[in-house]
């Protein structure tokens, strides 16, 4: 059988650069390893380059396992820049810790290659090899501070709660083939309306075996309860790798969540979806009631992002068996949300990146007079925070309004339960979001504190993510309409 390599053209990019920064690697020695960051940006922009080409052209390969339709390629945009925007956080981080540079790129391109496989990937198994090629390297990058106690405790943490839950997720994955006979989403759900038409009720352990799939997912999104491994993780982790985690890794959770509930386990929306709706509420109001109590400025960002999470898990806990409307609604508003959410968030990381570079400080109260000391840092870092929290003229704004739209699109008293969680949560956030500003602004600086200076890629980065933050919420259509998708189970 023919295999159209051009569907599969950004993931060969990725996988090619990856072995080239590996072995040049080996080859390079001292500061000239830093010449690995520049070559891992290049195959960057290539597979970018090879991905647009894949827009409005829909494809199918390895019998419709790996399918390529404009949802997918959404997604893939998503992971490639914020591949980009990591890499330019990363360069002076790790060239000035002396961290292992040639190991880190490669790990980091291995785990995005996961990511981008991951939207296209419509079987249990290829879902799975893609969640455990973004998983299996993110372990290891979380330990790259080998000779930090904290690191290595937070890399074990990591490492065991998510063999835990991959365990989980397989044991289900098991169940529902042997159930339905089949590892193809498509396949599952025929399997599951089927036995609807026939009058067949599916059977208790057939349920129990459809959440230990979602469980598995959820433990990747830092959703509660399996969220108590992200703010110690993401606290000893490397920064650039904190902020890895804390986006482009949970986008990757959600890209396969999406594809099993609303693909696979479609059929059963009513089953699932009150579980999700209730977890979204326990996620984000636990996220933003602990963050409040945060005095690290990597862990209050830890709990945001735990919030964060929840207030994305709010359309799935709206899905409708049989209901196309409110489905693509609720799919929609979680891909803009990601976008938007990627955009916010590694962006206020490069600010944390640039403060802990010069200062060493972590602490919030360090952020005192940021506003004096380096005016750019100041004012992007209010602007991602205003954005996180929701304020205009921001992208943040406008991908809570998502999902109040997918919300309105269901109509349910449930749905509206979930917006008004929403809002409450929202309004909480501020408070914390509201109090690193005010130090920033209000507050004079510690005597004797330096005055900041990023660095050319890390300035670059962080004022290209302000900018599209602030232009994404005054014309939100700029990414509004390219994540307008209704199509996600066919090419």
Do not use: C
Request: net charge neutral.
């Amino acid at each position: 059988m023919a295999i159209d390599f051009g569907a599969i053209a950004p993931e060969l990019v990725l996988t090619i650069t990856a072995i080239v920064v590996l072995l040049v690697d080996l080859v390079l020695k001292g500061d000239a390893k830093q010449l690995t960051n520049p070559i891992a940006a290049i195959g960057t922009v290539v597979a970018i380059g090879f991905t647009a080409l894949l827009w409005d052209s829909p494809r199918s390969v390895f019998a419709d396992s790996f399918v390529v339709n404009n949802y997918a390629v959404v997604f893939k945009f998503v992971f490639l820049g914020a591949l980009l925007a990591i890499l330019g956080i990363s360069w002076r981080f790790f060239a000035e810790n002396r961290f292992f540079q040639g190991e880190y790129y490669f790990l980091l391109l291995t785990s995005f290659l996961g990511m981008i496989i991951m939207p296209s990937a419509r079987d249990l198994l290829l879902l799975f090899v893609a969640l455990e090629t973004v998983s299996i390297p993110a372990f290891v990058m979380a330990g790259l501070r080998k000779r930090d106690l904290y690191s290595s405790e937070a890399a074990l943490k990591f490492f065991l709660i998510g063999v835990l839950s991959v365990a989980l997720m397989l044991f289900g994955m098991s169940m529902v083939y042997g159930f339905t006979g089949s590892t193809h989403l498509a396949d599952i759900a025929n399997a599951f309306r089927f036995a609807e038409s026939a009058g067949v009720q599916p059977p208790p352990l057939l349920l129990a075996s459809v959440m230990l799939v979602i469980v598995g997912f959820g433990f990747k999104v830092s959703a509660v309860p399996f969220h108590f491994w992200a703010p110690d993780t993401y606290a000893g982790s490397p920064m650039p790798v904190a902020a890895m985690l804390a986006v482009a890794s949970k986008a990757a959770g959600f890209a396969g969540l999406l594809a099993v509930t609303f693909i696979a386990f479609e059929p059963i929306a009513d089953v699932w979806a009150p579980a999700m709706g209730v977890i979204a509420i326990l996620t984000m109001t636990l996220g933003n009631l602990v963050a409040l109590q945060q005095r690290d400025i990597v862990r209050l960002l830890a709990y945001s992002s735990v919030a964060q999470a929840g207030y994305m898990l709010i359309p799935f806990g709206l899905a409708s068996a049989g209901d196309a409307v409110v489905n693509a609604a609720a799919i929609r508003a979680v891909v803009f949300y990601l976008a938007a959410y990627a955009i916010m968030n590694i962006g206020a990381f490069g600010v944390v990146i640039a403060v802990n570079r010069r200062t060493g400080y972590r602490s919030i109260e360090d952020y005192a007079g940021l506003g004096q000391r380096s005016p750019v840092m100041a004012i992007a870092m209010t602007i991602f925070l205003l954005s996180l929290g929701g304020a205009p003229p921001t992208v943040g704004l406008f991908a809570k309004f998502s999902i109040i739209e997918a919300a309105a699109a269901a109509g349910t008293v449930f749905g509206y339960v979930l917006v008004g969680f929403l809002v409450v949560n929202s309004v909480i956030a501020f408070f914390y979001y509201l109090r690193v500003i005010w130090l920033m602004w209000m507050k004079d600086a510690i005597e004797g504190e330096p005055v900041l200076q990023p660095g050319f890629n890390l300035s670059l980065v962080v004022t290209s993510l302000m900018i599209g933050t602030v232009v994404l919420g005054i014309v939100p259509g700029l990414i509004l309409n390219a994540t307008s998708i209704t199509q996600i189970a066919a090419p």
